[in-house]
């Protein structure tokens, strides 16, 4: 459905997306997890046509998006992380604009209307302008602008950014629900919650390049399905690397992170060496502030391949 091979995009200086590959099955939901400023929505930019690419190809549909950037819009839908609507129409009249603007007209026009406001759950206020919803009711009509035209493939670029957590799931349910029955879903966050859930591949990318991409269990398998041991310090400390590298077992430079007054240990066993670990890092007076353990998921992985969290 998306074929995307070495994919590169400068601007002057600036090289914001580095030979990015990675392919979308028909009905797949794949995303593209990473930290703002990643180069997640310039991806998105270039795969709709909005950005010309300076190196690489893309293919939608096996669709040349360079060569027919029109052909191949036809076959997408795109959710953007900025409100495209009118605030002054109502849904229906935005929902209407938006069909016009795909070729659809007369009764197949007021039928996907009335679909797509079922679906986005707002046939209720059909009649309502746009200037009287709350942010989400907003994104979830912006939602349904991009599905009129029952596209191949639904990008959906940070849907959920600023909204509260009811229009939130909402959003999720809708975009797992319409990928259930067949679309194609590229979702791009820096919500790894919202990944694990929906996504059934993910591509981490940071600093423009994709540094991982597979399933959430092969992404885990990188790290060994190691929980991780965070213990807060009383103060910033960096000289216990040398000291917790005696526990057996663990190698300091993979397997140990220290930032600020943070450490982090990567262990499969963590009850078994925490006592041990809790002595070491104390034996020089330091004080504890507290221990948390986290099963391995998404987080877990963006730090063991960076050294940093998504949020950092």
Known sequence: MLNVRELGKSFGKLEAVKGVSFSVEKGESFSLLGPNGAGKSTTINMIT????????????????????????????????????????????????????????????????????????????????????????????????AAILHKPDVLIMDEPTVGIDPQSRNHILNTAKSLNQNGMTIIYTSHYMEEVEFLCERIGIIDHGELIACGTLRELRETIGERSRIIISLDKERSNHLEIIGLLEGLAVEKDILIKDNLLTVFHKEPQAILSELIQLVTKDGTKITSVEIVEPNLESVFLHLTGRSLRD
């Open 49 to 144: 046509g909005l950005y010309p690419p300076t190196s690489g190809s893309i293919q939608i549909t096996g669709v040349d998006v360079i060569k027919n950037p029109k052909q191949a819009q036809k076959s997408i839908g795109v959710v953007p992380q900025e409100i495209a609507l009118y605030g002054t129409l109502s849904a229906r009249e935005n929902l209407k604009f938006w069909g016009r603007m795909y070729d659809l007209s007369g009764n197949a026009l007021e039928k996907s209307v009335d679909e797509v406001l079922e679906i986005i759950g707002l046939t209720d206020r059909a009649k309502d302008k746009i200037n009287t919803f709350s942010g989400g009711m907003k994104r979830r009509v912006n939602i349904g």
